[in-house]
């Protein structure tokens, strides 16, 4: 079996990362007898640099014609002054707007491995938790209509949050079939108190509960969410959300398991193909430094051997090998105790790549 794989390396750390895996993944692939043919192409702010466009029209044919495409991250300061169509977050929206990926699956569990590195209360910690984000991901505020205009006091910008039933219909279903497969309890987290967009997300959500009796339904407001977070994360199993309370919870999210650079992410749509990315940015701060953590991309791999390629073992395995090396105690800056050692990405990429072989 030969697997063809469009990369988008993106900008800052993103290289580093999609780098690492690349390599856990044609490790992984010989020892499971079957291959990759990996194809880079351009977006974000290198494609900007190289073509005077975020997200080239080429790129997106590669990926259409890929088995999945993997990404690093995209963005910095050196593009920020660039107007918001011209950005290289662009590129990011675009691409999953055209691959028609709406459903963003991010699993936040805490790993034995790194109770240290968790920040909460140490009985918190010591309880674990192991939940998965059901993001949707081509609807609401980032897609929505937004512009700039005179306004009663002067000059003024809007963004505007908009969902249809079927936008929300499509997320539901997702994630009523990934909490039927896990613990049966669905959390759908919304602003239903003050947004008309939310309370038909509520409504949608109500009535898909009733095609799926053996799953418990309830509903919490995102700045509850956000709080019982920290507060008792072992209440969560899957939880569902709209595009920007998915994106800004997934960071907290990422942090009570120890760093930002552990969390990995499928998004998937109607076929096979999905996009696999780590749920961070290309960090401007480290880039270039070799102090990335490669494993919320490395995890992004094991995801789409599972998800898109049918490759659990292999899927398994990579995940096995990424904890056995936490196990042994190796870290990277961002989940190191003080006194440990201070791994760079590429040393914990050959740790894990041992670990495989
Ligand atoms: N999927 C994507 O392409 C995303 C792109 N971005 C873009 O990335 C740029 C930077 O955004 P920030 O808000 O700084 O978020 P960020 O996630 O890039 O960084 C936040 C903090 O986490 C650290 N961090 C992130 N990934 C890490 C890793 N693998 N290992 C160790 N530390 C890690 C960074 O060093 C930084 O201190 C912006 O241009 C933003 O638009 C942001 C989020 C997602
Ligand atoms: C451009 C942003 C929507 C990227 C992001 O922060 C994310 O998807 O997590
Ligand atoms: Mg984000």
């Not at 690093?72 to 707007?97: S, T």
Request: hydrophobic share 40%; with cysteine; proline share 5%.
């Amino acid at each position: 079996m030969n697997y063809n794989i469009a990369v988008i390396e993106g900008d800052g750390i993103g290289p580093e990362v999609v780098n690492a895996a690349i390599e856990v993944l044609n490790t992984v692939g010989k020892k499971y007898k079957f291959s990759f043919v990996f194809k880079k192409v351009s977006a974000g702010g290198n494609a900007i640099d190289r073509f005077g466009t975020p997200l080239p029209k080429e790129s997106v044919q590669t990926c259409l014609e890929s088995n999945s495409v993997l990404l690093g991250a995209v963005g910095g300061p050196k593009w920020d002054i660039l107007p918001g169509h011209l950005r290289p977050e662009k590129a990011l929206l675009g691409i999953r707007k055209e691959l028609e990926l709406y459903a963003n699956l991010r699993p936040a569990r805490l790993l034995p491995e790194l109770k240290d590195a968790c920040p909460l209360r140490k009985e918190v910690a010591d309880a674990g938790f192991d939940m998965i984000v059901v993001r949707e991901l081509t609807g609401g505020m980032y897609f929505g209509e937004s512009g700039r205009r005179d306004g009663k006091y002067g000059p003024e910008a809007y963004d505007t949050e908009c969902y249809s039933a079927l936008e929300v219909e499509r997320i539901g279903v997702t994630a009523f079939e990934l909490a039927r497969s896990r613990g049966k309890k669905l959390i759908s987290i919304d602003k239903a108190n003050v947004l008309e967009s939310s309370r038909l997300w509520r409504e949608v959500m109500h009535r898909l509960a009733g095609k799926y009796p053996d799953v418990e339904l309830s509903d919490m407001l995102v700045d509850n969410a956000a709080m019982q977070l920290v507060k008792n994360p072992k209440q969560f199993d899957v939880v569902v959300t709209s595009n920007i309370f998915g994106d800004i919870l997934t960071d907290e999210a990422s942090q009570i398991t120890g760093s930002i650079g552990l969390l990995p992410s499928a998004s998937l749509g109607e076929t096979k193909r999905g996009m696999y990315e780590p749920i961070h940015g290309s960090a401007p701060d480290i880039a270039g430094q070799d102090k990335a953590n490669p494993i919320a991309t490395v995890l992004s791999a094991a995801m789409m051997l599972r998800l898109s390629l049918g490759q659990e073992d292999a899927a398994r395995d990579v995940e096995d090998a990424v904890s056995r090396v936490l196990a042994k105690g190796l870290r990277t800056a961002d989940i190191a105790a003080p006194g440990d050692d201070i791994l760079p990405c590429s040393t914990m990429t050959k740790a894990i790549l041992n670990a495989l072989k």
